[in-house]
């Protein structure tokens, strides 16, 4: 038995580029029922995939608090070591605290795999003392030995050198994410997707973005695509868990459901338009046009402009997202991009 664990929609396509090289048995480790659902109707039949959710304590009774948590937690140990693995994938760089706590225990009994989906976000500026208590506490309950990270605004525990000596894991480059087109064609069938859009638009997770710079810049950018292509070839999809600051420059676009992965909207022909999501340089794996507001947009501080910066930069090997620094530079863009110019 092989045990994956995909705990993010970024690892998705990972994953089943994973799933479509094996020939085994193998169960799809995940935190999210959304993505479970997904894997079920990929793959129906085989019940591939198992839901895990994190035990840590999240009522306020310290006694009960403690004694459930410990009880679950073996209980979901102990349902996937009756699995009897003999080797682990996974693939995210943190936010995983118990699920990186699962494979540490499994690790002494099984191979372990790493092939990160992306390079971690770094920053040096973090003044939230509640989210370093709480990355503490968790590295207290799961304790993996995972190094701790900010992210600009908040602490997280992020896999590094000395968790994966401990899992004696072999750190792999797995083939880019990409599947070949007839599985694309049928992940596109099954998540209902009817059009194929000329410009998608990632809206969510703009953390310390000024929602009125927001909704103005936004509705110049979406009646710019909306002139240049007509509102029906261009569609948004909101982050799978985080709401964008304001739904208002959106009214009246298509909206794909924000449960489907990015990767899987994505077309060779897509002008793919963001923030900062990893969506861009996905994007730039599918032949498709990332474009950045990062700089047309800002942000309230210059400290998380450069992280993201440094972050879209660091994964994306070809260098080819494009970041207009205003809208009127971004309307010149569009003049180059557009069919026929």
Known sequence: MVLIFCNSYL??????SLIESLDCDLKVIVNDAEIKNLFEDIYPGRDISFLVDSPFPRRTSLLKDTLEFYKKRAEILDCIEKLSPVSVYFFHVGYCD???????????????YYSPVVAKIESAYTLNIKSYVKNKLSALLFPASLDICSNGYNYYNAVGKKFLDLCNASVLKLQGAKVDAPLHKKLRVLSGLENDYDVLIFAGGEIGVDEI?????????????????GSGRVAVKYHP???PPSLVPFDGLDVIPKDIPGSIVIGPDSIVVSYGSAVLFEATQFGATPLSLLFTLGNVSDDRIDTLYSYLTSNS???????PQSIDELSCLLNDILPGQ
Do not use: D, G
């Open 317 to 323: 090997p070809n260098k080819s997202i494009l970041y």
């Open 213 to 229: 710079r927001y909704v103005n810049v936004y509705q110049k950018v979406v009646s710019m695509f909306c002139s240049a292509f």
């Open 98 to 112: 118990f699920e990186s706590w699962l494979i540490l225990r499994l690790s002494s009994k099984c191979r372990v």
């Open 11 to 16: 690892s998705i396509l990972k994953t089943i």
């Open 241 to 243: 868990r985080y709401q």
